[in-house]
């Protein structure tokens, strides 16, 4: 999975910079580009699964993604690991 570092814009208006994130961009073979990714945030930002949000990647790249899943690890309680997918193309 390359490494990008990325704006996410949320819906409540809280956005993040500089974020550290991950994307695995599909075979578009099939006419339709499919991606997905992860990223770690702070606890405290509060993704939440089926939240949207839009992004954009250090090389330009913007797209809509949807969180499919986060992952809490109590061991490490001031971060999450949130894993999304894209809604649409990343152009």
Not at 28 to 53: A, L, Y
Request: avoid cysteine; charged fraction near 25%; proline fraction near 4%.
């Amino acid at each position: 999975m390359p490494l990008y570092f990325a704006r996410i814009e949320r819906a409540n208006g809280k956005s993040l910079d500089q974020v550290e994130i991950r994307v695995t961009v599909g075979d578009p073979s099939s006419g339709r580009q499919s991606w997905s990714g992860e990223f770690v945030s702070r606890s405290k930002d509060g993704f939440q699964p089926d939240e949207r949000f839009r992004l954009t990647l250090n090389n330009g790249q913007k797209g809509t993604a949807s969180v499919s899943r986060t992952h809490f690890d109590s061991r490490a309680p001031e971060a999450t690991r949130v894993e999304f997918t894209g809604l649409g193309s990343l152009t």
